[in-house]
């Protein structure tokens, strides 16, 4: 999927969704370009996210790259599986809005402050930050939060 139709094809789903959780749309479609590869290596048919299963999810067993102590390292790991991408995009929002490492940090920041304090917790990239605001500046993604 080229860059243009994957931010076509999520765009107004998360549009619809993230403005009642008062996120950022922006960063949702950047991350999960990030996370997916612009859709090209999506886990299931809507795991854009890459989000790892919990207990009791439904999910499957993907070969991914993690920083452990500043160096990449392959592992197995278990993602969730989603039925359709609202359900995933609707899992991404209650993520950051009632996960509890998350909360004190989704309200009243500025954009830049959310992706520089969201990404240190999300993921093991150390540029994982700077990825997603460099994505949502060359993408012109701000445009989808009003």
Same mark, same amino acid.
């Given at each position: 999927?080229?860059?243009?139709?994957?931010?076509?094809?999520?765009?107004?789903?998360?549009?619809?969704?993230?403005?009642?959780?008062?996120?950022?749309?922006?960063?949702?479609?950047?991350?999960?370009?990030?996370?997916?590869?612009?859709?090209?290596?999506?886990?299931?048919?809507?795991?854009?996210?890459?989000?790892?299963?919990?207990?009791?999810?439904?999910?499957?067993?993907?070969?991914?790259?993690?920083?452990?102590?500043?160096?990449?390292?392959?592992?197995?790991?278990?993602?969730?599986?989603?039925? /359709? =991408? @609202?359900?995933? &995009?609707?899992?991404?929002?209650?993520?950051?809005?009632?996960? !509890?490492? #998350?909360?004190?940090?989704?309200?009243?920041? /500025? =954009? @830049?402050?959310? &992706?520089?304090?969201?990404?240190?917790?999300?993921?093991?990239? !150390?540029? #994982?930050?700077?990825?997603?605001?460099?994505?949502?500046?060359?993408?012109?993604?701000?445009?989808?939060?009003?």
């Amino acid at each position: 999927m080229t860059p243009e139709k994957f931010i076509d094809w999520l765009a107004p789903v998360a549009q619809r969704i993230c403005p009642r959780y008062k996120l950022y749309t922006s960063v949702c479609i950047a991350q999960a370009a990030m996370e997916s590869g612009w859709g090209r290596h999506t886990i299931g048919d809507y795991n854009i996210f890459g989000r790892k299963a919990a207990a009791g999810d439904l999910f499957t067993e993907v070969r991914t790259q993690e920083y452990y102590d500043g160096e990449l390292v392959s592992v197995v790991d278990k993602f969730k599986l989603y039925g /359709s =991408l @609202e359900e995933a &995009v609707e899992d991404w929002c209650l993520l950051l809005t009632q996960e !509890p490492v #998350y909360v004190e940090h989704v309200d009243n920041t /500025s =954009l @830049e402050t959310f &992706v520089q304090t969201m990404a240190s917790i999300y993921a093991t990239n !150390p540029d #994982y930050a700077y990825d997603i605001l460099a994505t949502i500046a060359a993408s012109q993604l701000t445009q989808y939060d009003e």
